[in-house]
């Protein structure tokens, strides 16, 4: 279980959630809300207070390097640092399947100079989960791609789930919040409930 606890940072909280293994939790809400900033919070990326678990781990009481392979954050503008694609990959974890999976079997091969924005997504979607998380924070995951690319992407989500990671996914698709999620929260201002009490 991913147990978020009084989160919060100067823009964003106090934020309190659960996410329970092999569960999916969608986070809605309009631009500029706070849905990045919280998935960077929960990552430990930026000053915030609170307390944040994986299972019994405490984040606070973990180096960040180790906890960040625990919990995985794939930002909505993927980080690429030297030239060739496979130099971004961890050579002890098998990202074969994965890649045919959404469609890039040789990009190991290839250059990142030749990427496009899609492809770019695809393979940084692969890298944080051919490490098998047991926590996925996800921003935006298909908002680069078309319908092929996003199924194929949809069904990696689905089957973490099934391996038993606790998924946040950030999306402006409802029908993509539908279709993954368990439960759907609605971020405004930098608070977050349940979408169906905002809408009461």
Do not use: Y
């Not at 930026?46 to 906890?67: F, H, K, Q, S, Y």
């Not at 368990?182 to 905002?198: C, D, F, H, T, V």
Request: proline share 6%; aromatic share 4%; hydrophobic share 45%.
């Amino acid at each position: 279980m991913l147990d978020i606890k009084n989160l919060r940072t100067p823009l964003i909280g106090p934020v309190s959630f659960s996410v329970s293994e092999g569960e999916c939790v969608a986070i809605l809400g309009p631009s500029g809300s706070g849905k990045s900033l919280l998935l960077r919070a929960v990552a430990d990326l930026d000053p915030n207070e609170g307390e944040v678990r994986l299972g019994t781990r405490e984040r606070d009481r973990m180096p960040a390097n180790i906890w960040r392979q625990a919990v995985a954050l794939v930002p909505a503008e993927s980080g690429w640092w030297t030239d060739r694609v496979a130099d971004h990959f961890d050579p002890d974890h098998e990202a074969g399947p994965m890649l045919a999976a959404v469609g890039l079997p040789e990009a190991m091969g290839w250059q990142v100079s030749r990427l496009s924005t899609g492809e770019r997504h695809r393979l940084a979607i692969v890298r944080a989960l051919c490490r098998a998380p047991k926590g996925i924070l996800l921003d935006e995951p298909t908002a680069a791609l078309d319908d092929e690319a996003t199924a194929a992407i949809e069904a990696l989500i689905t089957e973490q789930c099934r391996q038993g990671a606790a998924v946040i996914l950030v999306t402006h698709d409802r029908d993509q919040a539908q279709r993954l999620a368990a439960r759907r929260l609605l971020m405004e201002r930098g608070q977050l409930r349940p979408e169906a009490e905002a809408a009461a």
